[in-house]
Protein backbone atom coordinates (compact mmCIF):
# COMPACT_ATOMS: atom_id res chain seq x y z
CA UNK A 1 0.00 0.00 0.00
CA UNK A 2 1.39 3.15 -1.10
CA UNK A 3 1.74 6.43 1.79
CA UNK A 4 0.58 9.86 1.18
CA UNK A 5 -3.14 9.27 1.67
CA UNK A 6 -5.87 11.38 3.33
CA UNK A 7 -6.69 10.23 6.43
CA UNK A 8 -9.77 11.82 9.19
CA UNK A 9 -8.93 10.91 12.74
CA UNK A 10 -11.82 11.76 14.82
CA UNK A 11 -11.16 12.32 18.02
CA UNK A 12 -14.47 12.11 20.94
CA UNK A 13 -14.55 12.90 24.52
CA UNK A 14 -12.69 10.06 26.64
CA UNK A 15 -9.29 10.21 28.55
CA UNK A 16 -7.91 7.98 25.96
CA UNK A 17 -7.73 10.90 23.59
CA UNK A 18 -4.41 11.87 24.74
CA UNK A 19 -3.27 8.75 22.96
CA UNK A 20 -4.65 9.70 19.86
CA UNK A 21 -2.02 12.27 19.41
CA UNK A 22 0.26 9.33 18.89
CA UNK A 23 -1.91 7.65 16.38
CA UNK A 24 -2.24 11.22 14.47
CA UNK A 25 1.71 11.46 14.51
CA UNK A 26 2.16 7.95 12.90
CA UNK A 27 0.49 8.56 10.16
CA UNK A 28 2.00 11.88 9.77
CA UNK A 29 5.44 10.14 9.71
CA UNK A 30 4.25 7.78 6.56
CA UNK A 31 3.20 10.86 5.00
CA UNK A 32 -0.30 10.80 5.00
CA UNK A 33 -2.45 13.89 4.96
CA UNK A 34 -4.17 13.95 8.38
CA UNK A 35 -7.18 15.90 9.44
CA UNK A 36 -8.36 15.87 12.56
CA UNK A 37 -11.81 16.28 13.47
CA UNK A 38 -12.87 16.61 17.26
CA UNK A 39 -15.55 16.58 19.30
CA UNK A 40 -15.79 19.62 21.56
CA UNK A 41 -15.86 16.86 24.27
CA UNK A 42 -12.28 15.51 22.65
CA UNK A 43 -10.87 18.80 23.08
CA UNK A 44 -11.48 19.48 27.10
CA UNK A 45 -9.09 16.21 27.01
CA UNK A 46 -6.53 17.29 24.40
CA UNK A 47 -5.41 20.59 23.20
CA UNK A 48 -5.99 21.87 19.74
CA UNK A 49 -2.66 23.38 19.77
CA UNK A 50 -0.41 20.09 20.37
CA UNK A 51 -3.02 18.15 17.96
CA UNK A 52 -2.91 20.77 14.60
CA UNK A 53 1.01 21.07 15.55
CA UNK A 54 1.24 17.11 15.14
CA UNK A 55 -1.14 16.65 12.46
CA UNK A 56 0.27 19.86 10.60
CA UNK A 57 -3.20 21.20 9.92
CA UNK A 58 -6.20 22.72 11.06
CA UNK A 59 -7.99 20.93 13.51
CA UNK A 60 -12.14 21.15 12.63
CA UNK A 61 -14.56 21.16 15.40
CA UNK A 62 -17.28 23.21 14.75
CA UNK A 63 -19.94 22.38 11.98
CA UNK A 64 -20.76 26.22 11.30
CA UNK A 65 -17.80 26.72 10.63
CA UNK A 66 -16.31 26.86 7.15
CA UNK A 67 -19.54 26.45 5.17
CA UNK A 68 -19.00 28.75 2.61
CA UNK A 69 -16.55 25.53 1.49
CA UNK A 70 -19.42 22.69 2.42
CA UNK A 71 -16.88 21.53 5.14
CA UNK A 72 -19.56 19.15 6.97
CA UNK A 73 -19.06 17.18 3.92
CA UNK A 74 -15.99 18.24 1.89
CA UNK A 75 -13.89 16.68 4.60
CA UNK A 76 -15.64 12.86 4.37
CA UNK A 77 -15.82 13.26 0.84
CA UNK A 78 -11.90 13.90 0.71
CA UNK A 79 -10.91 10.84 3.26
CA UNK A 80 -9.52 7.93 2.06
CA UNK A 81 -9.81 6.24 5.46
CA UNK A 82 -11.26 7.69 8.52
CA UNK A 83 -10.15 6.31 12.03
CA UNK A 84 -12.11 7.40 15.26
CA UNK A 85 -10.18 6.86 18.43
CA UNK A 86 -11.10 7.17 21.00
CA UNK A 87 -15.08 6.42 20.32
CA UNK A 88 -16.45 6.45 23.52
CA UNK A 89 -20.33 4.91 23.76
CA UNK A 90 -21.96 7.98 23.28
CA UNK A 91 -20.41 8.01 19.76
CA UNK A 92 -20.56 4.63 18.94
CA UNK A 93 -24.64 4.85 19.54
CA UNK A 94 -24.51 7.95 17.36
CA UNK A 95 -23.01 6.14 14.93
CA UNK A 96 -25.12 3.31 14.82
CA UNK A 97 -28.05 5.66 14.24
CA UNK A 98 -26.36 7.62 11.79
CA UNK A 99 -26.90 10.89 13.65
CA UNK A 100 -24.76 14.11 12.20
CA UNK A 101 -25.41 16.81 14.84
CA UNK A 102 -21.94 17.24 15.16
CA UNK A 103 -19.03 18.17 12.27
CA UNK A 104 -17.71 14.22 12.96
CA UNK A 105 -20.67 12.79 12.43
CA UNK A 106 -21.19 14.82 9.21
CA UNK A 107 -18.10 13.31 7.86
CA UNK A 108 -18.44 9.94 8.24
CA UNK A 109 -21.75 10.14 6.48
CA UNK A 110 -20.54 11.67 4.19
CA UNK A 111 -17.50 9.18 3.63
CA UNK A 112 -17.90 6.23 1.71
CA UNK A 113 -14.04 5.60 2.97
CA UNK A 114 -13.21 2.45 5.69
CA UNK A 115 -14.49 3.05 8.80
CA UNK A 116 -12.15 2.22 11.95
CA UNK A 117 -13.18 2.83 15.56
CA UNK A 118 -11.37 1.91 18.70
CA UNK A 119 -13.61 2.02 21.19
CA UNK A 120 -12.70 3.18 24.96
CA UNK A 121 -15.21 2.96 28.04
CA UNK A 122 -15.61 1.51 31.44
CA UNK A 123 -16.18 -1.85 31.42
CA UNK A 124 -19.88 -1.76 32.35
CA UNK A 125 -20.84 0.52 29.19
CA UNK A 126 -18.59 -1.68 26.78
CA UNK A 127 -20.72 -4.49 28.15
CA UNK A 128 -24.53 -2.36 28.55
CA UNK A 129 -26.57 -4.29 26.16
CA UNK A 130 -27.43 -0.64 24.10
CA UNK A 131 -23.53 -0.77 23.59
CA UNK A 132 -23.44 -4.24 22.40
CA UNK A 133 -26.14 -3.58 19.94
CA UNK A 134 -24.36 -0.84 18.46
CA UNK A 135 -21.21 -2.17 18.01
CA UNK A 136 -22.61 -5.20 16.77
CA UNK A 137 -25.13 -3.31 14.03
CA UNK A 138 -21.52 -0.94 12.64
CA UNK A 139 -19.34 -4.09 12.47
CA UNK A 140 -22.51 -5.42 10.55
CA UNK A 141 -22.10 -2.88 8.29
CA UNK A 142 -18.34 -3.01 7.76
CA UNK A 143 -16.89 -0.93 10.06
CA UNK A 144 -13.68 -2.58 11.62
CA UNK A 145 -13.85 -2.31 15.38
CA UNK A 146 -10.64 -2.95 17.34
CA UNK A 147 -10.42 -3.49 20.79
CA UNK A 148 -10.82 -2.98 23.12
CA UNK A 149 -8.30 -4.30 24.94
CA UNK A 150 -8.82 -5.41 28.95
CA UNK A 151 -6.26 -3.71 31.59
CA UNK A 152 -6.47 -1.13 33.94
CA UNK A 153 -9.00 1.81 34.01
CA UNK A 154 -9.09 5.42 34.40
CA UNK A 155 -10.27 4.74 38.09
CA UNK A 156 -9.08 2.29 40.17
CA UNK A 157 -10.72 -0.45 38.18
CA UNK A 158 -9.54 -2.98 35.54
CA UNK A 159 -11.23 -4.55 33.07
CA UNK A 160 -12.80 -4.61 29.29
CA UNK A 161 -13.07 -1.16 27.82
CA UNK A 162 -9.08 0.22 27.83
CA UNK A 163 -8.80 1.54 24.14
CA UNK A 164 -6.01 -0.49 22.09
CA UNK A 165 -2.78 0.81 21.67
CA UNK A 166 -2.12 3.34 19.36
CA UNK A 167 0.30 1.19 17.32
CA UNK A 168 -2.09 -1.41 16.87
CA UNK A 169 -4.85 0.64 16.03
CA UNK A 170 -3.07 2.38 13.24
CA UNK A 171 -1.62 -1.00 11.90
CA UNK A 172 -5.57 -2.69 12.20
CA UNK A 173 -6.35 0.67 9.62
CA UNK A 174 -4.07 0.84 7.37
CA UNK A 175 -5.10 -3.46 7.26
CA UNK A 176 -8.41 -1.81 6.62
CA UNK A 177 -7.31 0.87 3.95
CA UNK A 178 -5.35 -2.41 2.27
CA UNK A 179 -8.49 -4.53 2.27
CA UNK A 180 -10.43 -1.89 0.82
CA UNK A 181 -7.65 -0.84 -1.96
CA UNK A 182 -7.83 -4.76 -2.89
CA UNK A 183 -11.63 -4.84 -2.86
CA UNK A 184 -11.80 -2.12 -5.25
CA UNK A 185 -8.85 -3.18 -7.70
CA UNK A 186 -10.40 -7.09 -7.54
CA UNK A 187 -13.78 -5.36 -8.25
CA UNK A 188 -12.61 -3.22 -11.05
CA UNK A 189 -10.90 -6.07 -12.77
CA UNK A 190 -13.23 -8.28 -12.49
CA UNK A 191 -15.69 -9.59 -15.20
CA UNK A 192 -17.71 -11.20 -12.90
CA UNK A 193 -21.23 -11.25 -13.39
CA UNK A 194 -23.61 -9.10 -11.65
CA UNK A 195 -24.73 -12.16 -8.99
CA UNK A 196 -21.17 -13.34 -8.16
CA UNK A 197 -20.07 -9.39 -8.09
CA UNK A 198 -22.66 -9.07 -5.13
CA UNK A 199 -21.25 -12.05 -3.44
CA UNK A 200 -17.41 -11.14 -3.33
CA UNK A 201 -18.38 -7.59 -2.42
CA UNK A 202 -19.72 -8.83 0.82
CA UNK A 203 -17.29 -11.44 1.56
CA UNK A 204 -14.71 -8.37 0.80
CA UNK A 205 -16.38 -5.98 3.03
CA UNK A 206 -17.08 -8.77 5.81
CA UNK A 207 -13.10 -9.50 6.14
CA UNK A 208 -12.94 -5.71 5.92
CA UNK A 209 -15.19 -4.91 8.97
CA UNK A 210 -13.89 -7.85 11.36
CA UNK A 211 -10.17 -7.16 11.12
CA UNK A 212 -8.45 -8.04 13.87
CA UNK A 213 -11.08 -9.06 16.48
CA UNK A 214 -9.43 -12.95 16.41
CA UNK A 215 -6.24 -11.25 17.34
CA UNK A 216 -4.90 -13.86 20.04
CA UNK A 217 -6.75 -16.43 19.08
CA UNK A 218 -5.24 -19.95 18.01
CA UNK A 219 -7.17 -21.97 16.00
CA UNK A 220 -6.90 -25.58 14.23
CA UNK A 221 -8.76 -26.21 11.72
CA UNK A 222 -9.10 -29.46 9.70
CA UNK A 223 -9.84 -29.83 5.69
CA UNK A 224 -10.07 -31.83 2.89
CA UNK A 225 -10.85 -35.50 2.58
CA UNK A 226 -8.74 -38.58 3.74
CA UNK A 227 -7.91 -40.88 1.71
CA UNK A 228 -7.26 -44.64 2.89
CA UNK A 229 -5.35 -46.45 1.22
CA UNK A 230 -5.98 -50.12 -0.43
CA UNK A 231 -2.82 -50.71 -2.27
CA UNK A 232 -0.30 -48.45 -3.68
CA UNK A 233 -1.67 -47.03 -6.73
CA UNK A 234 -5.54 -47.06 -4.79
CA UNK A 235 -7.44 -45.47 -1.57
CA UNK A 236 -11.05 -45.31 -0.59
CA UNK A 237 -12.00 -41.47 -0.81
CA UNK A 238 -14.51 -38.82 -0.66
CA UNK A 239 -15.72 -35.86 -2.85
CA UNK A 240 -14.30 -33.00 -0.18
CA UNK A 241 -12.32 -30.23 -1.85
CA UNK A 242 -11.20 -28.57 1.31
CA UNK A 243 -13.08 -25.36 0.20
CA UNK A 244 -15.10 -24.34 3.02
CA UNK A 245 -12.24 -25.15 5.29
CA UNK A 246 -9.88 -23.44 3.26
CA UNK A 247 -12.20 -20.35 3.66
CA UNK A 248 -12.37 -20.63 7.16
CA UNK A 249 -8.60 -20.49 7.34
CA UNK A 250 -8.70 -17.27 5.11
CA UNK A 251 -11.01 -15.63 7.12
CA UNK A 252 -9.55 -16.37 10.49
CA UNK A 253 -6.48 -15.36 9.65
CA UNK A 254 -7.33 -12.21 7.99
CA UNK A 255 -9.14 -11.45 11.49
CA UNK A 256 -5.91 -11.91 13.09
CA UNK A 257 -6.01 -15.34 14.29
CA UNK A 258 -2.98 -17.81 14.24
CA UNK A 259 -4.00 -20.49 12.51
CA UNK A 260 -2.60 -24.26 12.08
CA UNK A 261 -4.46 -26.02 8.49
CA UNK A 262 -4.25 -29.86 8.82
CA UNK A 263 -4.91 -30.55 5.49
CA UNK A 264 -6.33 -33.66 4.09
CA UNK A 265 -5.73 -33.88 -0.07
CA UNK A 266 -6.84 -30.32 -0.76
CA UNK A 267 -7.84 -29.49 -4.13
CA UNK A 268 -7.48 -25.76 -3.57
CA UNK A 269 -4.22 -23.69 -2.25
CA UNK A 270 -4.01 -22.93 1.40
CA UNK A 271 -3.59 -19.69 2.14
CA UNK A 272 0.34 -18.78 2.70
CA UNK A 273 -0.16 -17.31 6.16
CA UNK A 274 -0.81 -20.76 8.34
CA UNK A 275 0.82 -23.14 9.86
CA UNK A 276 0.21 -26.37 7.20
CA UNK A 277 0.32 -29.37 8.20
CA UNK A 278 -0.29 -32.04 5.28
CA UNK A 279 -1.78 -35.48 5.73
CA UNK A 280 -3.63 -38.19 4.09
CA UNK A 281 -5.31 -40.87 5.81
CA UNK A 282 -7.90 -40.30 8.70
CA UNK A 283 -5.21 -41.95 11.36
CA UNK A 284 -2.66 -39.01 10.08
CA UNK A 285 -5.67 -36.74 10.49
CA UNK A 286 -6.49 -37.66 13.78
CA UNK A 287 -2.74 -37.60 15.36
CA UNK A 288 -2.02 -33.84 13.49
CA UNK A 289 -5.21 -32.23 15.50
CA UNK A 290 -4.78 -34.10 18.88
CA UNK A 291 -1.08 -32.86 18.67
CA UNK A 292 -1.97 -29.16 17.47
CA UNK A 293 -5.66 -29.08 19.33
CA UNK A 294 -3.25 -28.79 23.06
CA UNK A 295 -2.81 -25.40 23.14
CA UNK A 296 -5.94 -24.50 20.85
CA UNK A 297 -8.26 -21.78 21.66
CA UNK A 298 -10.63 -23.34 18.94
CA UNK A 299 -11.11 -26.55 17.03
CA UNK A 300 -12.90 -26.67 13.90
CA UNK A 301 -13.54 -30.10 12.16
CA UNK A 302 -14.11 -29.19 8.59
CA UNK A 303 -12.47 -32.43 7.11
CA UNK A 304 -14.69 -35.48 5.49
CA UNK A 305 -13.14 -38.63 7.68
CA UNK A 306 -13.55 -41.66 6.37
CA UNK A 307 -15.55 -43.80 8.76
CA UNK A 308 -14.14 -47.03 7.60
CA UNK A 309 -10.63 -47.95 6.24
CA UNK A 310 -9.41 -51.07 4.87
CA UNK A 311 -8.93 -53.98 7.11
CA UNK A 312 -5.19 -54.93 5.29
CA UNK A 313 -3.40 -52.49 2.84
CA UNK A 314 -1.98 -54.90 -0.14
CA UNK A 315 1.98 -54.11 -0.93
CA UNK A 316 1.34 -54.90 -4.33
CA UNK A 317 -1.36 -53.65 -7.15
CA UNK A 318 -4.53 -55.47 -6.63
CA UNK A 319 -4.45 -57.43 -9.96
CA UNK A 320 -7.66 -58.75 -11.57
CA UNK A 321 -6.26 -62.14 -12.46
CA UNK A 322 -6.05 -62.68 -9.12
CA UNK A 323 -9.46 -61.35 -7.52
CA UNK A 324 -11.90 -61.88 -10.80
CA UNK A 325 -15.56 -60.63 -11.35
CA UNK A 326 -15.88 -59.87 -7.55
CA UNK A 327 -13.48 -58.28 -4.95
CA UNK A 328 -14.68 -58.13 -1.36
CA UNK A 329 -12.78 -55.76 0.82
CA UNK A 330 -13.51 -55.73 4.62
CA UNK A 331 -13.13 -52.35 6.10
CA UNK A 332 -12.66 -51.49 10.05
CA UNK A 333 -14.13 -48.42 11.76
CA UNK A 334 -11.91 -45.31 11.97
CA UNK A 335 -11.85 -43.51 15.18
CA UNK A 336 -14.45 -40.50 15.44
CA UNK A 337 -11.58 -37.81 15.84
CA UNK A 338 -14.40 -34.91 16.70
CA UNK A 339 -16.00 -36.87 19.41
CA UNK A 340 -12.12 -37.73 21.27
CA UNK A 341 -11.30 -33.73 20.60
CA UNK A 342 -14.51 -32.88 21.73
CA UNK A 343 -14.56 -35.48 24.70
CA UNK A 344 -10.38 -34.20 25.41
CA UNK A 345 -11.65 -30.56 25.28
CA UNK A 346 -9.85 -28.19 27.72
CA UNK A 347 -11.86 -25.65 29.76
CA UNK A 348 -12.77 -22.62 27.50
CA UNK A 349 -11.94 -24.21 24.42
CA UNK A 350 -14.55 -24.42 21.30
CA UNK A 351 -15.36 -27.63 19.76
CA UNK A 352 -16.79 -27.31 16.19
CA UNK A 353 -17.50 -29.86 13.61
CA UNK A 354 -19.37 -30.35 10.27
CA UNK A 355 -22.41 -32.24 9.70
CA UNK A 356 -22.56 -33.66 5.97
CA UNK A 357 -26.00 -35.08 5.52
CA UNK A 358 -28.02 -36.29 2.28
CA UNK A 359 -31.49 -35.88 3.89
CA UNK A 360 -33.56 -33.32 1.73
CA UNK A 361 -36.20 -32.98 4.31
CA UNK A 362 -35.58 -29.76 6.32
CA UNK A 363 -37.25 -30.65 9.78
CA UNK A 364 -35.45 -34.15 9.24
CA UNK A 365 -32.21 -32.87 8.09
CA UNK A 366 -32.62 -30.38 11.33
CA UNK A 367 -33.37 -33.74 13.71
CA UNK A 368 -29.74 -35.86 12.36
CA UNK A 369 -27.88 -32.33 13.19
CA UNK A 370 -29.29 -32.27 16.68
CA UNK A 371 -28.53 -36.08 17.10
CA UNK A 372 -25.06 -35.51 15.70
CA UNK A 373 -24.14 -32.75 17.42
CA UNK A 374 -25.19 -34.50 20.89
CA UNK A 375 -23.27 -37.60 19.75
CA UNK A 376 -20.34 -35.53 19.22
CA UNK A 377 -20.27 -33.56 22.61
CA UNK A 378 -18.64 -30.44 20.59
CA UNK A 379 -19.75 -26.60 21.41
CA UNK A 380 -21.77 -26.29 17.55
CA UNK A 381 -21.97 -28.47 14.40
CA UNK A 382 -22.21 -26.22 11.08
CA UNK A 383 -25.24 -28.63 9.13
CA UNK A 384 -25.00 -28.86 5.78
CA UNK A 385 -26.97 -30.44 2.89
CA UNK A 386 -24.66 -32.57 0.29
CA UNK A 387 -25.36 -34.26 -2.87
CA UNK A 388 -24.88 -35.12 -6.21
CA UNK A 389 -24.67 -31.72 -7.18
CA UNK A 390 -24.47 -29.56 -3.73
CA UNK A 391 -21.93 -29.08 -1.10
CA UNK A 392 -17.93 -30.46 -1.66
CA UNK A 393 -16.72 -28.20 -5.11
CA UNK A 394 -19.41 -25.92 -4.83
CA UNK A 395 -18.39 -22.47 -4.83
CA UNK A 396 -21.22 -21.71 -2.44
CA UNK A 397 -22.63 -22.80 0.77
CA UNK A 398 -25.95 -22.85 2.65
CA UNK A 399 -25.74 -24.04 6.48
CA UNK A 400 -27.22 -23.72 9.80
CA UNK A 401 -25.15 -23.64 12.85
CA UNK A 402 -26.90 -25.44 16.08
CA UNK A 403 -25.55 -24.86 19.22
CA UNK A 404 -24.25 -28.08 21.88
CA UNK A 405 -28.31 -27.69 23.02
CA UNK A 406 -29.37 -28.73 19.36
CA UNK A 407 -30.64 -24.85 19.18
CA UNK A 408 -30.17 -22.89 15.83
CA UNK A 409 -27.82 -20.24 16.21
CA UNK A 410 -26.90 -19.08 13.14
CA UNK A 411 -28.10 -19.29 9.25
CA UNK A 412 -25.93 -18.57 6.72
CA UNK A 413 -25.96 -18.59 2.90
CA UNK A 414 -23.35 -17.59 0.27
CA UNK A 415 -19.86 -17.75 -1.06
CA UNK A 416 -18.21 -20.32 1.40
CA UNK A 417 -15.70 -17.46 2.65
CA UNK A 418 -19.15 -15.46 3.62
CA UNK A 419 -20.38 -18.49 5.46
CA UNK A 420 -16.71 -19.19 6.81
CA UNK A 421 -17.13 -15.24 8.29
CA UNK A 422 -20.76 -16.11 9.91
CA UNK A 423 -18.96 -18.64 11.32
CA UNK A 424 -15.85 -16.94 13.01
CA UNK A 425 -18.13 -14.78 14.32
CA UNK A 426 -19.31 -17.09 16.76
CA UNK A 427 -15.74 -16.81 18.11
CA UNK A 428 -15.50 -12.96 19.18
N1 LIG B 1 -15.68 -36.87 11.85
C1 LIG B 1 -14.59 -37.27 12.58
N2 LIG B 1 -14.19 -38.56 12.54
C2 LIG B 1 -14.86 -39.46 11.81
C3 LIG B 1 -15.99 -39.06 11.06
C4 LIG B 1 -16.37 -37.76 11.09
O1 LIG B 1 -14.00 -36.44 13.26
N3 LIG B 1 -14.43 -40.71 11.79
C5 LIG B 1 -16.13 -35.47 11.96
C6 LIG B 1 -16.16 -34.68 10.68
O2 LIG B 1 -14.96 -33.99 10.47
C7 LIG B 1 -17.30 -33.71 10.94
C8 LIG B 1 -18.23 -34.49 11.84
O3 LIG B 1 -17.44 -35.49 12.45
O4 LIG B 1 -16.85 -32.56 11.64
C9 LIG B 1 -19.41 -35.11 11.17
O5 LIG B 1 -19.01 -35.86 10.06
P1 LIG B 1 -20.09 -36.62 9.19
O6 LIG B 1 -19.38 -37.32 8.08
O7 LIG B 1 -21.21 -35.69 8.85
O8 LIG B 1 -20.70 -37.63 10.24
P2 LIG B 1 -20.27 -39.04 10.76
O9 LIG B 1 -19.61 -38.91 12.07
O10 LIG B 1 -19.51 -39.76 9.69
O11 LIG B 1 -21.69 -39.74 11.04
P3 LIG B 1 -22.70 -40.44 9.97
O12 LIG B 1 -21.89 -41.46 9.29
O13 LIG B 1 -23.75 -40.99 10.85
O14 LIG B 1 -23.21 -39.36 9.08
Redesign the pocket.
Known amino acids: MSSGRTIVVGITGGIAAYKAVNIVRAFVLRGDSVHVVATTAALRFVGKPTLEAISRNPVHTDLYEGVAEVRHVAIGQSADLIVVAPATAHTIAKLACGLADDLLGNTILASTAPLVIAPAMHTEMWNNAATRANVQTLRERGVVVVGPGTGRLTGADSGAGRMEEPDTIVAAALAALAASDLAASDLAASDLAASDLAASDTAAAGVAGNLGDLRGKRIVI?AGGTREPLDPVRFLGNRSSGKQGVALAEAAVARGASVVLVAANLEVPAPEQVDLRPVGT?AELDRAMSIAAVDADVVI?A???A?YRPAEVRPEKIKKDDTGDTLMLTLVR?????AGLAAAKKPGQVVI?????TESDPDRLLTLGRE?VAR?GCDYLVLNRVGWTEGFASERNEVRVLDGRGDIVIEASGSKLSVAERILDLLR
Do not use: Q, T, Y
Not at 334 to 338: E, Y
Not at 353 to 357: K, R, T
Open positions: SAMAAVDNPDILGFAAEKK
